[in-house]
């Protein structure tokens, strides 16, 4: 059977690079006309810089090589990537079929780089100034270049394609350490990729599709199955059963043709499909827009609007103004969700009046002449890369003091507090709260739901996993 190969991007809203895989079986390379075909998939992730919320570059080819055979094409065209869109998430780009075999090396081509960062001035004053953004290219002052468009890495554990399997790719894009900073860390324009790539298969934690928005196609309610297609065409099959969890108490009997989804899950290792975890309908009006909340007007009380730095749009070409904050009426009749709300905390909700820059949010609704009518707002996981404040845990409460200094840090005016769950996942050697302690702080990622605390009316953290960074 022909093998898939899957692009995963983890998407950094911090702006960091991790993660680790490896390739598994073996097989020996024969020429291409005599081989099978095999599944593989790549990952993609970033690390920190304050205040850029957006990284943009056009993958122009991904190889991989046997050294014996010609290099095998593993995207089936031009890509272009948002690299600063989430941290710590993996999404799914692609799947393509590439012959069977045990490849050693990659090569990436890239072009076409943008940077985009937010203004953020008097953020303490009251009501604060709006946050504006300024995007650089390779036409603005400074302009934006990369210092090498190709880079060719060789694996350190090969990547094993075997028939009938899906294995892939980790694709680590570390933009703390590729976009170039001047001794007063203001960005200079020059980009030098800083690009680092594993074997890893379907069975692996980094494998795992934490979200993939996608709009749907059809729908069999007697296979329990429905078919999507994504941002760049290509569609895929998404399998339910008893154990997905529909959020918003929907079903699959609520889906139509104009539905646009988030799904959560894995893929299947023999046919592709993607077993979804969880469904969140966005929209059920053929449009969706989604991105970083910098501004909510007025800043306490009910929301009458509020500026969306806007992310991602399906469906894409619609003119609406991706890359750009968009301020986002709101007339009181919206539906409002949370996203994978597995512990529900009594006094955290999320409505209009419960907004707070810095959350991650989707819109739906009727798209036209240039605006969209919002029926459905959705909160989102993020990813914040920062540092654990010193002498914060407090293990009975569950909670401890994390200093984001990525691109959300510059909203928050502050340290935020972190609650951690029975469901949350300590990863990079951290087993619980009890390794957040010293006199010095502690480089950490977290993932989870930024939500505004009612009393207070700050941005508190709702942990879905906290992971340990290396210095």
């Known amino acids: 059977m022909d093998l898939k190969m899957w692009l995963l991007g983890i998407s950094a809203l911090a702006l960091a690079a991790l993660g680790s895989g490896c ?7 024969q020429p291409q006309q005599q081989q099978q075909t095999a599944s593989a998939f790549v990952i993609a992730t970033d690390a920190p810089l304050p205040s850029v919320v957006s990284f943009q570059v056009d993958i122009t080819g991904l190889t991989v090589s046997d050294g014996v055979n010609p290099p095998v094409s593993i995207l089936s065209n031009t890509q272009t990537v948002d690299f600063a869109r989430l941290n710590g998430l993996k999404t799914l780009l692609d799947i393509n079929t590439i012959p069977a075999g045990t490849y050693t090396t990659v090569n990436v081509t890239l072009a076409n780089p943008e940077i985009g960062y937010l203004n953020v001035t008097n953020p303490q004053t009251n009501p604060p100034t709006r946050p504006t953004i300024t995007t650089l290219n390779s036409t603005t002052t400074p302009p934006v270049s990369l210092t090498t468009s190709s880079l060719t890495i060789t694996l350190a554990s090969p990547l094993v394609v075997n028939s009938g399997d899906i294995d892939g790719l980790k694709f680590d894009f570390d933009l703390r350490k590729s976009i170039l900073v001047d001794q007063n860390g203001q960005i200079t324009g020059m980009v030098t990729p800083n690009l680092d790539l594993e074997a890893i298969t379907p069975s692996d934690a980094d494998a795992y599709i ?8 059809s729908i069999d309610t007697s296979g329990n199955s429905f078919v999507i297609q994504g941002p760049r065409g290509h569609q895929f099959t998404v399998n339910v059963n008893g154990q997905t969890e529909w959020e918003n108490s929907e079903s699959l009997a609520n889906l ?15 046919s592709g499909a993607i077993l979804a975890d969880t469904v969140a309908i966005l929209s059920q009006d053929g449009f969706y827009a989604g991105g970083l909340v910098t501004y909510v007007d007025p800043p306490t009380g009910q929301a009458s609007d509020f500026d969306l730095y806007v992310r991602s749009v399906l469906p894409s070409g619609t003119g609406f103004a991706s890359g750009q904050i968009s301020t986002i009426t709101l007339t009181g009749n919206e539906k409002f969700f949370i996203y994978w709300w597995h512990l529900r905390f009594p006094s955290f909700l999320f409505n209009s009046s419960l907004m707070v820059p810095g959350q991650r949010v989707t819109i739906g609704g009727p798209f036209s002449n240039g605006a969209v009518t919002v029926k459905r707002v959705v909160l989102r996981h993020e990813g914040h890369t920062g540092a654990w404040v010193v002498g914060s845990t407090d293990a009975g409460a569950g909670t401890f003091q994390f200093d984001s200094t990525g691109l959300a840090g510059v909203l928050f005016n502050g340290p935020v507090t972190v609650y951690t769950t029975p469901f949350t996942v300590f990863k990079g050697g951290l087993t619980g709260l009890g390794g957040l302690t010293g006199n010095s702080a502690i480089p950490l990622r977290v993932v989870g739901l930024v939500l505004k605390d009612p009393i207070s009316s700050q941005p508190v953290f709702v942990a879905h996993s906290v992971e340990l960074l290396p210095n």
Do not use: K, M, N, P
Not at 23 to 29: A, D, E, N, P, Y
Not at 210 to 217: L, M, Q, R, W
């Open 23 to 29: 390739g598994g079986g073996s097989s020996s390379t």
């Open 210 to 217: 934490d979200e993939f928005d996608a709009g749907v196609v």
């Open 256 to 270: 139509t043709s104009t539905s646009i989804v988030q799904i959560s899950g894995t893929l299947d290792r023999t």
